[in-house]
């Protein structure tokens, strides 16, 4: 049984948190249109002196989705979440919490290391915390830390994505948890929502596809980039941030690399302090997963939901039908 927070979406999907992509623009857009949106606390950025961006973000993200809420008691918006990089690094972790405790959070998303205090505060407000992993291991260990439910990254997902097949993954994990499970690695149709719940899945994990909207803080060769590849323009690399993710191979050519031949680094070079592990030097090298090659344009996020749901409904009669 899913917690009452995610229940009654639309369709059964969360839009996953992205480093620069995610802001409160996209994350709006698709609470509106009936999804749980996120975004990375660390997104949420101000230089000394200025005023706190992320509580400026999650003011503007309550009161908007309140409004939303109040004009269409009909439909209403789906609840957002705020993904914790829980990693050594993270400077900013302490203050970001106490934020997002005082805000009332209602999903927390954890990734990079599962830690007791933060899966505590999310409760001690009246939310839930999803923390990521990417083998059946680090899922355990994530329950046995106070985790409400997991996300399984499998391969072809775009960031940090595992090397495992999701078939493998959910139903090793399914042996032992029967708490919400989200999946992700490559789910960019409805009729891959629908086989993620056939696996064994309650909800789909979705990033890159969200890419190619039009309220995606990202350059607009990026977006194209995303509509013009597919599978095989993903290359997998840990030099641009220490651990293994997903690469557009076209953006690695274009930055005077060798996609073929890159070189391996090791997790000691990981380092959040600014934000992502990416040094600036490789800000022009832009991460997906192998999903995109249903992605053709870029639109406004609720259309791509939109089709996401249709094409969710057919599928799902389609399969009835035998
Ligand atoms: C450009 C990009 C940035 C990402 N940044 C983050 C992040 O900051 N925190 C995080 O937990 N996951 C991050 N992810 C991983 C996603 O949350 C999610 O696991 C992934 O997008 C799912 O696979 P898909 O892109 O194939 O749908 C990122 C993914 C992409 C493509």
């Avoid at 269409?72 to 993270?90: G, K, M």
């Amino acid at each position: 049984m899913l917690p009452p927070i995610l229940q009654n979406l639309r369709i059964p999907v969360v839009a996953s948190p992205m480093f620069i992509v995610s802001t409160p623009d996209l994350v709006i857009a698709q609470c509106k249109a009936g999804i749980v949106g996120s975004f990375p606390a660390l997104n949420a950025r101000e230089k000394d002196g200025e005023e706190i961006q992320l509580e400026a973000w999650l003011t503007r993200i309550t009161e908007e989705l309140d409004r939303h809420n109040q004009a269409n008691p009909d439909r209403p918006a789906a609840p957002f979440a705020v993904n914790q990089i829980v990693h050594r690094s993270n400077a900013r972790l302490e203050r970001d919490i106490e934020i997002c405790h005082r805000h009332k959070v209602p999903i927390w998303i954890t990734s990079l290391g599962a830690r007791p205090e933060v899966n505590a505060a999310a409760h001690d407000c009246g939310g839930i915390a999803l923390h990521d992993i990417i083998n059946n291991k680090f899922a355990r260990k994530a329950i046995e830390k106070g985790a409400d439910g997991l996300i399984a990254v499998a391969a072809g997902a775009g960031g940090h994505a595992g090397p495992q097949s999701p078939f493998a993954l959910v139903q090793e994990i399914r042996e032992w948890f029967d708490g919400p499970l989200l999946l992700s690695g490559a789910i960019a149709t409805g009729r891959a929502v629908l086989a993620a719940k056939a696996m064994g899945a309650d909800l789909a994990y979705i990033g890159s596809p969200f890419i190619a909207t039009e309220e995606a803080s990202a350059p607009s060769d990026y977006k194209r980039m995303i509509c013009d590849s597919g599978a095989m323009d993903i290359v997998t690399s840990s030099l641009f941030t220490g651990v293994s993710g997903n690469y557009l191979a076209p953006s690695i050519r274009n930055a005077g690399l060798d996609p073929d031949d890159l070189e391996h680094a090791d997790a000691s070079s990981m380092n959040f302090s600014e934000g992502s592990s990416k040094p600036k030097a490789w800000s022009q090298i832009w991460g997906s997963g192998q999903g995109i090659g249903a992605v053709r344009e870029i639109l406004p996020a609720a259309e791509r939901i939109e089709r996401l749901a249709r094409e969710y409904a057919e599928a799902k009669e389609e399969l009835a039908r035998f």
